[in-house]
């Protein structure tokens, strides 16, 4: 009963898509947000053009919501207001401006505390929902998570996020009986009620994702008895990373032209010219001020990178914004522990190239990157060659003589190994073979020294 007055109150306070999990889950609510209004303000140590480039980014989030975009603004705040982070004043305003717009939701770049989000719905009059950057972004992974791994993590990262704003729920809930002493004693255990059944399902769900995250190294300890190279394809999202995933691998990975299409880690098998085999694992992409709980929340996701022999980082070179969303990468893989990880830095997207120039003064600023199309194949047997030479470097290569008995060693190098050359022999099999450090010792017996044919 407690937990059906709080999920009334909220799905009356949101009048939104935005999907609030707290005691029960919470089925999809009405579609009822259409138009937003769109602000970014710049903070003193930032500068006005990364305010407008993640404006940008921000209207291509709220885009792939299905929210319209009927207005802008940017703003410059030399001294930021606890209460709404700009002036009284220039709040009323911006609210004026998004009720002639028609505006049923007001989506800020900025960072809001649960305070700074109620005052502003106050000065809306509780008209138009107010969210920020990390609900968008809640709610575009929720709605693309597929697996359960993936479902919790969501889950888990939106029960953090409304934890706090329990509070903000119940004030509503006053307002709208009207108040009164009782009333709001009564809301206040209530709160109290809420907020530990809430932390209690933070620790359901933590019990539940570690029991999956358990289950997922037992499934790779499988597939390291039987070990074989691995690479984790990384970097921004909608650079083209399952494109790539799909076009070196044959494979059928879904890979759509919007944000965050891919949450869920995917491996498929890929075969290197040599026969070398390569398991490789697309990755969620990353995004600028993504929301510290959900880099926390997938690094579950992301530990394909961290175990791999090397990344493959995927850019897309049409974006105006590349450099930034490079350097974004790096800083989640640092976080991740794996920034110096080998990494082939791969510009994709070249047949779709809008600016010739804009070629050339990558290939300056990133001599040892590479140049293809996911789509096309243009420069992908480049990049094959370059993912073959980093296995062998790791690899040792020797010639072998293996009896015809031993032939299912013969069968683990090239499960395992990459065999440059296989000749019948009466006395046995051989084999000039670049081999990993763990079958050194398996084929030891077999090694042919320096001079014999």
């Not at 710049?42 to 989030?61: I, Q």
């Not at 804009?358 to 096309?376: I, N, W």
């Amino acid at each position: 009963m407690q937990a059906t007055v709080l999920l009334i109150g909220l799905v009356g306070f949101h009048l939104g898509l935005f999907t609030r999990i707290f005691v029960h889950d919470v089925k999809e609510k009405p579609k009822m947000v259409e138009r937003a209004m769109l602000i970014g303000i710049t903070l003193p140590g930032t500068d006005v053009s990364e305010t407008r480039s993640l404006l940008d980014e921000l209207r291509e989030l709220v885009t792939t919501l299905g929210i319209g975009i009927c207005h802008e603004r940017i703003l410059t705040v030399r001294k930021p207001q606890a209460k709404l982070l700009v002036g009284s004043g220039k709040a009323e305003e911006l609210v004026e401006e998004a009720q002639a717009h028609n505006c049923d939701v007001i989506i800020f770049d900025n960072e809001l505390t649960p305070a700074q989000q109620r005052n502003w719905e106050q000065a809306a009059k509780d008209k138009i929902l107010v969210i920020d950057r990390q609900e968008v972004i809640l709610d575009i992974f929720g709605d693309r998570a597929r697996t359960k791994e993936a479902v919790l993590q969501v889950e888990l990262a939106r029960l953090e996020y409304n934890l706090p704003r329990l509070k903000r729920a119940w004030t509503h809930l006053d307002r709208q009986r009207g108040g009164g002493a009782i009333q709001r004693d009564a809301g206040e255990t209530q709160l109290e009620m809420d907020q530990r059944m809430v932390r209690t399902q933070i620790s359901r769900v933590r019990k539940e994702l570690e029991s999956v995250i358990q289950h997922r190294h037992l499934q790779r300890k499988k597939r390291m008895t039987v070990p074989v190279p691995t690479c984790a394809i990384v970097g921004y999202t909608n650079a083209g990373k399952s494109s790539l995933l799909n076009h070196l691998t044959q494979a059928n990975i879904l890979a759509e032209d919007k944000l965050f299409a891919t949450l869920d880690p995917t491996s498929r098998r890929c075969e290197l010219p040599n026969g070398q085999a390569l398991v490789m694992t697309d990755t969620v992409g990353f995004v600028r001020n993504l929301p510290h709980r959900l880099v926390d929340a997938f690094k579950a996701t992301l530990e394909e990178a961290v175990v791999s022999n090397f990344l493959i980082h995927v850019l897309d070179i049409n974006s105006p914004e590349v450099e930034a969303h490079a350097e974004t990468t790096l800083k989640v893989l640092g976080e991740l522990g794996v920034k110096d990880k080998q990494t082939l830095t791969v510009f994709n997207k070249i047949d779709d190239l809008w600016d010739p120039a804009r070629l050339d003064d990558l290939k300056m600023q990133y001599p040892e990157a590479l140049f293809l199309s996911a789509h096309t194949g243009e420069g992908v047997a480049t990049l094959l060659e370059r993912m073959q030479a980093i296995i062998e470097a790791e690899f040792a290569q020797i010639r072998l003589l293996i009896p015809h008995e031993r032939y299912d060693l013969v069968a683990r190098l090239h499960r395992e190994g990459s065999v440059r050359k296989e000749e019948s022999r009466d006395e046995g099999t051989y084999l000039v073979s670049a081999i990993p450090a763990r079958l050194q010792s398996a084929v030891a017996p077999f090694i042919l020294e320096a001079g014999q044919a």
